[in-house]
T-cell receptor
Framework: ETGVTQSPTHLIKTRGQQVTLRCSSQ?????VSWYQQALGQGPQFIFQ???????GRGNFPPRFSGLQFPNYSSELNVNALELDDSALYLC???????????FGPGTRLTVL | RKEVEQDPGPFNVPEGATVAFNCTYS??????FFWYRQDCRKEPKLLMS???SGNEDGRFTAQLNRASQYISLLIRDSKLSDSATYLC???????????FGTGTRLLVSP
């Protein structure tokens, strides 16, 4: 186990709704990265948080937003859900920005 | 064109076989290269980093050709437990902003 936890495990939402996914980083890690993995695809980088600030963003629209808390846990928020947002959402924590990323088990989001 | 391209497979091989996976990347500024392994419905896990000089970890050998922007993974003496999806990954400095390929699925049969 990596020590990275995510909640919830599974989630079902309908189009237009909003969702918040949570990630607890490994103890001592100050960096959290979020990825979206659609079925049959590799994970795609959404953004990274380092010491509570966004530190890089992938090609995702502004309705994907995030937050990192003083204890370095993190949230991913998605507004105005679309069917294509159905995916496995993975968070990964690392000791620092350039260190190995350890992935959590993911949250499987289904948008109906 | 995708930033990291891999043959999705599946590769079906018998136990004991040698199997090779390849991947190409388009961003010549990439500095870090990795192979990750992902079991069905699980999170990706780092298998090994890839260096220009080539590196080996037991039955696994990884190679990087910067000039051709090409990365390879060789698995010798395949085991049933090697069945998984192998993801080719490139990044900038260190592990920042990992860019994953679609993955190559390997099925090892008895």
């Amino acid at each position: 186990e990596t020590g990275v936890t995510q909640s919830p495990t599974h989630l079902i939402k309908t189009r237009g709704q909003q969702v918040t996914l949570r990630c607890s980083s490994q103890s001592g890690h100050n960096t959290v990265s979020w990825y979206q993995q659609a079925l049959g695809q590799g994970p795609q980088f959404i953004f990274q948080y380092y010491r509570e600030e966004e530190n890089g963003r992938g090609n995702f629209p502004p309705r994907f937003s995030g937050l990192q808390f003083p204890n370095y846990s993190s949230e991913l928020n998605v507004n105005a859900l679309e069917l294509d947002d159905s995916a496995l959402y993975l968070c990964a924590s690392s000791l620092d920005r350039h260190n190995e990323q350890f992935f959590g088990p993911g949250t499987r989001l289904t948008v109906l | 064109r995708k930033e990291v391209e891999q043959d999705p497979g599946p590769f079906n091989v018998p136990e004991g076989a040698t199997v090779a996976f390849n991947c190409t990347y388009s961003n010549s500024a990439s500095q870090s290269f990795f192979w990750y392994r992902q079991d069905c419905r699980k999170e990706p896990k780092l298998l090994m980093s890839v260096y220009s000089s080539g590196n080996e970890d037991g039955r696994f050998t990884a190679q990087l050709n910067r000039a051709s922007q090409y990365i390879s993974l060789l698995i010798r003496d395949s085991k049933l437990s090697d069945s998984a999806t192998y993801l080719c990954v490139v990044a900038g400095t260190g592990f920042q902003k990992l860019v994953f390929g679609t993955g190559t699925r390997l099925l090892v049969s008895p």
